[in-house]
């Protein structure tokens, strides 16, 4: 797939999950639902890449950044978005978790020596200004209450461990090993810490088996996990985290259209405002890398 493509999956998938996130909040804890979410993506991942003769047995010293890999991409930063997602709306926590676009880029920078593109900056800038529009009216009226900033907190605690996981997938590439392998040890990886971490808080292993509940977690497992992070990992190997973490930027604008559709979410000016600085953004940092 080009990378435009890759790009487009990320966004649009992503864009969905937030939605979908609300549905496996409740009888079931977050660590619960994400350890079931990974562990069957894993599976899946698993499966598919013996049915494409890709190598599954890797060299020991790869396991090390693979389990650093789903810790941080899998584990800790899926739970602080579920737990975010508890005290504020999915289209604030999408915009909190726009900032892994800095993140990605300061990141890449000081890990890999990556020069930061003026032209990437700037989109990226307009970009999340674009995103702190769009829901800037949202944000107000949810007034300074410690459920807020509880929920702020975990958002941004998730970007950074998502940030962070980025990083150490793109490290872990230089093993050569095939995309759909790393991922579904990293999500293997990510789903025991998990597991182990629901059990030390007491939380119970229990599965809601009601429609809303069963259909998300498929739809999350599937297209969230399975499809969207392959082509987003695909991504950060040909471009790099700095500029594959855009994706996370463009995002909540589509988080912002499914809820139009079928929330009857009402556009105003600042939200019309910021999703033309979105687009700008998207513009600027997609041809970045381009001479």
Known sequence: MSNLVLYLLSVFIWGSTWIAIKFQLGPVGASVSVASRFGLASLLLFAYARLRDLPVVLPRPHHLGLAAQGALLFGINYVFVYLS???????IVAMVFSAIVFFNLLGARLWFGTPIAPRALLGATLGVAGVVLIFSP???SLGR???????????????????????????NQRFSAPVITNTAWAMAYGTVLVTVYGILTGESFAFAWTLPFVASFLYLTLFGSVIAFTAYLTLVKRVGPGRAGYVNVAVPVVALAISTLFENLRWQPLMVAGALLCLAGNVLVLRAGRR
């Open 85 to 91: 997602e508890r005290y504020l709306p999915s289209g």
């Open 138 to 140: 949202q944000f107000r």
């Open 145 to 171: 209450s410690a459920d807020v900033i509880t929920g702020a907190l975990f958002a941004l605690a998730s970007a950074i461990s998502a940030s962070l996981g980025s990083l150490v997938a793109s490290y």
